[in-house]
Nanobody, 124 residues
Framework: QVQLVESGGGLVQAGGSLRLSCTTSRRTYDSWAMGWFRQAPGKAREFVAAIRWTENSPYYGDVVQGRFAISRDNAKNAIYLQMNSLKSEDTAVYYC?????????????????WGQGTQVTVSF
């Protein structure tokens, strides 16, 4: 079982930045992907970003393209989400996920392991 722990959430003003971190309890398989998803109140969980341990090509959801950046540190078994130019609509609980989603990294069904989530609140 892989445990994921997110950190870095908080309250920030619109236009500001936050950096989320996710650490894994153990090294996952190199073929796995790590992803970030978010869920706002009353809405379905949506894909934010993903990256594989062995590739340098990240994937982003349309709503965050150009503002967010996902990165990884293989030595620390950690991934990060740098969030810039935050908007009020970015307010949500952000979840880290790990798994083997195959070619479809954007679907939550491909991720078997999830963190508890960290709250991000963007004020006007």
């Amino acid at each position: 079982q892989v445990q994921l722990v997110e950190s870095g959430g908080g309250l920030v003003q619109a236009g500001g930045s936050l950096r989320l971190s996710c650490t894994t309890s153990r090294r996952t398989y190199d073929s796995w992907a790590m992803g970030w998803f978010r869920q706002a109140p009353g809405k379905a969980r949506e894909f934010v970003a993903a990256i594989r341990w062995t590739e340098n090509s990240p994937y982003y959801g349309d709503v965050v393209q150009g503002r967010f950046a996902i990165s990884r540190d293989n030595a620390k078994n950690a991934i990060y989400l740098q969030m810039n130019s935050l908007k009020s609509e970015d307010t949500a609980v952000y979840y880290c996920a790990a798994g083997s989603p195959g070619d479809i990294l954007t679907s939550e069904r491909g991720y078997a392991h999830w963190g508890q989530g960290t709250q991000v609140t963007v004020s006007f």
